[in-house]
């Protein structure tokens, strides 16, 4: 008797290459991971921006809309994200890399701002 079972095992790989994908802490939206920049909490408690994605530590991500930035700034999703309180000199810190790294080619929607 031959057994000519279907070959299972190749199935469960998706055939397209695997690329991560994650999700804006602000606006929601997904994407692939590098379009994205991540913020880490370090093993020892500290927060860091972490353009290079390599740090060690729990990550949420943030796309590159400047009005992501000011919401992660003012609002608390980086902290339900995160679990850590997110001290006053971190946002300025998030304010100054959008500056710096993120052109504001977007009028500011005056999309509601949660609170
Ligand atoms: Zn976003």
């Known amino acids: 008797m031959m057994s000519e079972r279907p070959d299972r095992s190749k199935r469960r790989r998706p055939r397209l290459k695997h690329l991560p994908v994650r999700t804006c802490v602000a606006c929601g ?5 590098r379009t994205f920049v991540r913020i880490v909490r370090a093993p020892d ?3 860091a921006i972490d353009p290079t994605g390599k740090r060690s530590g729990r990550g949420a991500y943030l796309c590159r809309r400047f009005s992501c930035w000011q919401r992660a700034a003012a609002t608390d999703v980086l902290e339900r994200a995160l679990r850590v309180p997110v ?5 300025e810190e ?3 890399w959008a500056d710096l790294h993120i052109r504001r080619e977007e009028p500011p929607a005056n999309d509601t701002v949660l609170n």
């Open 29 to 33: 939206a997904r994407d692939l991971k």
């Open 45 to 47: 408690g500290v927060l």
């Open 87 to 91: 001290p006053p000199e971190f946002r």
């Open 94 to 96: 998030l304010l100054r």
